[in-house]
């Protein structure tokens, strides 16, 4: 615990340099790096026709930029907020909205709207780094990728960051990631996915054993450094909360 607070500390000091901002959160601090390494994954990856999906496309910052780098495809991003999604239709004509929740089932279900945080908005309530978290229950239409998804298209790229619902929406795409092989960028970590029951070792079970991919943080893959095994997912776990996945 003690190395894990030096290490806090060390990444607080290095992020706060690097964004010019003393005012940010480690949390937020950390999302603009994990913004930056994302853009790098998929200019690194991305071909022009390259089909992508955007979990989570809240305001559609990472749905411009796979926009920009594969602009002969058809993306396909998920937004259950009806404002949100509103407004991205409005934005990306070009791309195919979805104003649904993903998860490993098809129904409705009760979604956790932060009125005043809307990106920490989810189907389950979470950790919330905000002081006074406004949550409205809205209902939302919840699918499953592999019924979205048709066989006709090929993803390379999928995006999820659906506050603690990353690992579910997974289960719900195992025929589409078997059969695109897809790198996926999700977010994970205790302050959301152990809210959906969700642990280190189900996620690296699953991404390892049913995937049969390997999981790394970013930083790493970008770094060509090896992959993760299980027991140093579960030492890392509670250091990072984005990781990507990709096939052996």
Same mark, same amino acid.
């Given at each position: ?148 998804? *048709? ?5 390379? +790229? =999928? #995006? ?6 990353? %690992?579910? &929406? ?55 450094? *090896? ?5 140093? +997912? =579960? #030492? ?6 984005? %990781?990507? &996945?990709?096939?052996?």
């Amino acid at each position: 615990m003690a190395l894990a607070k030096r290490i806090t500390g060390w990444l607080m000091r290095k992020l706060r340099t690097q964004s010019h901002n003393t005012e940010l959160s480690l949390g937020e601090l950390m999302n603009i790096e994990y913004d930056r390494q994302l853009a790098e994954v998929m200019q690194r990856r991305l071909r022009p026709e390259s089909i992508c999906i955007d979990g989570g496309a809240h305001k559609g910052q990472m749905l411009l930029e796979m926009c920009r780098l594969a602009p002969k495809a058809v993306h396909h991003a998920f937004e259950p907020i009806p404002e949100l999604a509103k407004q991205l239709q409005v934005r990306f004509p070009g791309s195919q909205i979805h104003q649904h929740a993903i998860a490993d089932y098809s129904g409705s279900s009760s979604f956790k709207y932060v009125r005043n945080a809307p990106a920490y908005s989810g189907l389950k309530e979470r950790t919330y780094d905000h002081d006074n978290p406004e949550i409205e229950d809205i209902n939302v239409e919840v699918v499953r990728l592999d019924d979205v998804i *048709s066989d006709s298209e090929s993803i390379e +790229f =999928i #995006k999820l960051d659906l506050e603690g619902g990353e %690992y579910h &929406a997974m289960k719900g795409a195992v025929n589409l990631i078997r059969r695109c092989k897809p790198i996926i960028v999700f977010e994970a970590g205790e302050p959301s996915s152990a809210y959906y029951g969700v642990t280190s070792e189900m996620i690296f079970n699953f991404v390892s054993e049913t995937l049969g991919y390997s999981i790394s943080t970013m930083k790493m893959w970008l770094e060509n450094e *090896s992959p993760f095994n299980k027991e140093t +997912f =579960i #030492k890392n776990y509670h250091l990072d909360f984005y %990781y990507i &996945a990709y096939g052996i």
